[in-house]
Every structure is written in structure tokens, then in C-alpha cells.
């Protein structure tokens, strides 16, 4: 596609539940990117995907945090039994290649709020 | 680690009048820097980008930066400000060694008539 996708742009669910968000990143990139972002934080690093494996799953906040990506492409972002302090907006991007002079494109993102 | 500290949580300004968001990195290699603006709403957008070629770097918008070894600094500056400039501007640091962009905490620019 023209640009990173991401749905569902907005998701309300019930505490204790499950979600899966999902993004589709531009077509034939390599790196993939997720990041939460609070309100009124800056952004927070999840995860980094290089083709289907990930290099650095540092920032998954706890073992509840899950993500995958299939064919190199899309990536799910699963979330188990959610909080209340998971509400944020979920960003994902995409670059294509591995590179520290890469540009990475960045989704609308995901507003996740848990009530 | 690599980081990146952005000064000023917020910034206001008259229109019409320069713009200084400013960025202190830190890291021991040559890193790679970026700016990234984020208007309400809408998603993320790169301003530009240091790529060592270049020490003052020029972006969208009639933004510019310059890159500061010395000083570790990759401050964003605009000569003129203009009311559709207002946003969240973001300072970004790549990861040598695992590509992370680890981001700054962000400074909010306001820009008043």
C-alpha cells in the first residue's frame, strides 16, 4: 500500500480482556516497528522486527505483551488480559532496510482505550 | 545506551518570529539523528534527517538543524514561524546496533497571531 496501515484506528475494550492490533507496513519493508505512545509522553519502544524475527523485544512492558509478524510483512500486536494502564495509542512504522540512516514511516496508530 | 534529551517541554512563539526546539544526544559513536513532527491528530512525519554528509541539515517546511559534535547537540530552528507550525516536535536517535529509534520525550510548540 501507499503508506503503513493500521487497524483498528480506534479500540474500546473491557478490562481483563484480549486484543489484537494489526499493521500492515509498506510493501517491501524489512524493519517494523512498534511503539506506545501515553498521553502526553513521548514514545515508548515495544518491539523491532527484522524480516519475521525480533532482534530486540526489550521494551514489551510484561509477559501480557505479545507480537508477531508472518511473511515478512504484517505484524499483530497482542495484548492479554488487558489494564487500565495499557490505554494508549500504539504506533507502528516501517523502514526498508536496516540502517541507521533509514527513514522510518510511521501509521496512524491504534487508540486502545480500556474502561 | 544512546539517548536523546529534549530541553523544553514546551516552546511558545509569536508567528513570524525564529524557532529553536532544542536536543542534546548522547552516545559513543557517531550516531545517526533524526526530527520528527507530530500535528493533533495525524500521525508522525520525519523533518530531517543527519546523515554525516552534512553537519547543517535543511528538512520540510523551511526547518533546518544543525549537527554539533562538540557540543552533542541537534538543536531544530526556523527562521520564521508560521501558525501552522504548531505540533509536538520529537528528537530521535537511532541504535548502532539494533536500529531502535529511541525517541525524545517530545517539546510542544505553540505558535500565537
Known amino acids: 500500500g501507499a503508506g503503513v496501515s493500521q487497524s483498528p484506528s480506534n479500540k474500546v475494550t473491557e478490562k481483563g480482556k484480549d486484543v489484537e492490533l494489526r499493521c500492515d507496513p509498506i510493501s517491501g519493508h524489512t524493519a517494523l516497528y512498534w511503539y506506545r505512545q501515553s498521553l502526553g509522553q513521548g514514545l515508548e519502544f515495544l518491539i523491532y522486527?527484522?524480516?519475521?524475527?525480533?532482534?530486540?523485544k526489550s521494551g514489551l512492558p510484561s509477559d501480557r505483551f505479545s507480537a508477531e509478524r508472518t511473511g515478512g510483512s504484517v505484524s499483530t500486536l497482542t495484548i492479554q488480559r488487558t489494564q487500565q494502564e495499557d490505554s494508549a495509542v500504539y504506533l507502528c512504522a516501517s523502514s526498508s532496510l536496516s540502517g541507521v540512516y533509514t527513514e522510518a514511516f510511521f501509521g496512524q496508530g491504534t487508540r486502545l482505550t480500556v474502561v | 545506551a544512546q539517548s536523546v534529551t529534549q530541553l523544553d517541554s514546551h516552546v511558545s512563539v509569536s508567528e513570524g518570529t525564529p524557532v529553536l526546539l532544542r536536543c542534546n544526544y548522547s552516545s559513543s559513536y557517531s550516531p545517526s539523528l533524526f526530527w520528527y513532527v507530530q500535528h493533533p491528530n495525524k500521525g508522525l512525519q520525519l523533518l530531517l534527517k543527519?546523515?554525516?554528509?552534512?553537519?547543517l541539515v535543511k528538512g520540510i517546511n523551511g526547518f533546518e538543524a544543525e549537527f554539533k559534535k562538540s557540543e552533542t547537540s541537534f538543536h531544530l530552528t526556523k527562521p520564521s514561524a508560521h501558525m501552522s507550525d504548531a505540533a509536538e516536535y520529537f528528537c530521535?536517535?537511532?541504535?548502532?546496533?539494533?536500529?531502535?529509534?529511541?525517541f525524545g520525550t517530545g517539546t510542544r510548540l505553540q505558535v500565537f497571531p
Open positions: 522486527f527484522q524480516g519475521n524475527s525480533a532482534p530486540d
Open positions: 530521535v536517535v537511532s541504535d548502532l546496533g539494533t536500529d531502535k529509534l529511541i
Open positions: 543527519y546523515t554525516s554528509a552534512a553537519t
